[in-house]
C-alpha cells in the first residue's frame, strides 16, 4: 500500500509567545508551515492567526501540556490528524525557577525537568528518526548562556539547560554527514516575561547582561541551523562571554554566579 502523502511543518513549542513567536515568525517568512504548540488555547490561536495572515503559509495549532508524556504523545497525533510530518523541530518551551534549591516547593523542580529535559528529549527522540529516514530537516533547540555554568539560586534551570547543550552538540555529531541538522540557540537574558514568572525580573544577572530582542535572536538561530552551526551564541559580546564561560574556573565563576542570579528580595530581608 502506498505511503499517505504528509505535509512538512516546522513544530514550535512554547510558540505563543516570547522566544517562539519570534522563532515561528522566521520560519514562517521562510516558507515553512507551522505546528504551534503551547498550552493556553487563546493565545495559541492568536499567534496562528497572525502569522497565517501576514505569511500565507500554514498554520496548525496543538494545546498541550508538554511537562506530562500524554502532552508530548499529543504532537505526533496532531501531526498525523493534520497530514503532516515534521521537517524541523524547534523544542522552545521551557520554564526558570528562582531561588534556593532546598525551597522549592513539591513538584516544581521535577516539572522544570519534565519541561525543560523529558519533553525536548522524548519530542526529539519521536520526531529526529523521520528526518534521518527522509534525510532532511532539523532539531533546533533552545538553551541558553546559562548552560555554559552552574548557577546557584537557578540550579535546576542551569542545569537543565547544561543538559540541552550537550545532548544538541552530540545529536549534531551523530547525524554528521547526513542532510539532517542538530543545533542549540544559546542566548543571554531576553525581553520576554519568563523573568517575572519567576518573580528574578529585579536579579542582578538582568541588569549585568541587559535584555536582547527576541527577533535578533530567532533570525540569528535559523540563519545557523541553515548554515549547519551547531552551538549559536546570538551578539558578538554575548558570544565572546562564552567562550570564556567554557573555560574560566568554576572556582571563581560559580560564587560570582551566585552573587549575579541571588534573589535580591531574600537579600534585603524582605
Ligand atoms: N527569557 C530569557 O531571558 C531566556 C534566555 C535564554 C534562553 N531562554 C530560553 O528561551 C526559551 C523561550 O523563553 P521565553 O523567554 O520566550 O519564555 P516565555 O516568554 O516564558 O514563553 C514560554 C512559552 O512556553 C509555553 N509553555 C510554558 N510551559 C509550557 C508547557 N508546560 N507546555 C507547553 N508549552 C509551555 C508558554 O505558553 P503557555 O504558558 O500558554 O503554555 C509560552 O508560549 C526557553 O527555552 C528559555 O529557557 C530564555
Redesign the pocket.
Known amino acids: 500500500m502506498a505511503e499517505r502523502e504528509t505535509a512538512p511543518v516546522t513544530v514550535i513549542?512554547?510558540?505563543?509567545?516570547?522566544?517562539?513567536l519570534a522563532l515561528a515568525r522566521e520560519f514562517a517568512r521562510a516558507g515553512h508551515g507551522l505546528l504551534l504548540?503551547?498550552?493556553?488555547r487563546a493565545?495559541l490561536e492568536a499567534a496562528a492567526g497572525g502569522i497565517a495572515r501576514d505569511t500565507g503559509v500554514r498554520v496548525e495549532i496543538q494545546v498541550?501540556?508538554?511537562?506530562s508524556r500524554k502532552?508530548c504523545a499529543s504532537v505526533v497525533t496532531a501531526l498525523e490528524k493534520h497530514g503532516l510530518h515534521a521537517d524541523y523541530l524547534v523544542n522552545?518551551?521551557?520554564?526558570g525557577l528562582s531561588g534556593p534549591y532546598a525551597e522549592h516547593e513539591g513538584g516544581e523542580v521535577m516539572r522544570l525537568v519534565d519541561?525543560n529535559v523529558r519533553a525536548l528529549s522524548d519530542l526529539t527522540a519521536r520526531l529526529l528518526p523521520g528526518m534521518i529516514a527522509r534525510d532532511r530537516g532539523g532539531v533546533l533547540n533552545?538553551g541558553?548562556m546559562a548552560g555554559f555554568f552552574p548557577g546557584p539560586y537557578q540550579a535546576a534551570y542551569y542545569a537543565s539547560k547544561a543538559y540541552v547543550l550537550s545532548l544538541s552538540e552530540a545529536l549534531a555529531q551523530e547525524v554528521a554527514g547526513t542532510n539532517v541538522r542538530v543545533c542549540v540557540v544559546a542566548?543571554?537574558?531576553?525581553a520576554?516575561?519568563?523573568?517575572a514568572?519567576m518573580g528574578a525580573q529585579r536579579d542582578y544577572y538582568i541588569r549585568f547582561q541587559g535584555l536582547m530582542g527576541?527577533e535578533q535572536v530567532a533570525r540569528s538561530a535559523r540563519a545557523g541551523l541553515v548554515r549547519g552551526r551547531r552551538v549559536i551564541v546570538p551578539g558578538a559580546i554575548n558570544w565572546v562571554s562564552a567562550q570564556f564561560l567554557r573555560v574560566a574556573p568554576h572556582i571563581l565563576l560559580v560564587p560570582f554566579a551566585a552573587w549575579l542570579l541571588r534573589r535580591r528580595e531574600a537579600r534585603r530581608g524582605v
Not at 522552545?92 to 520554564?95: D, F, G, S, T, V
Not at 520576554?192 to 523573568?195: A, E, L
Open positions: 513549542t512554547g510558540a505563543s509567545e516570547g522566544l517562539g504548540v503551547a498550552r493556553g493565545a498541550a501540556d508538554l511537562a502532552g522552545n518551551a521551557a520554564l519541561l533552545v541558553s542566548p543571554g537574558p531576553l520576554t516575561r519568563f523573568h514568572r527576541v
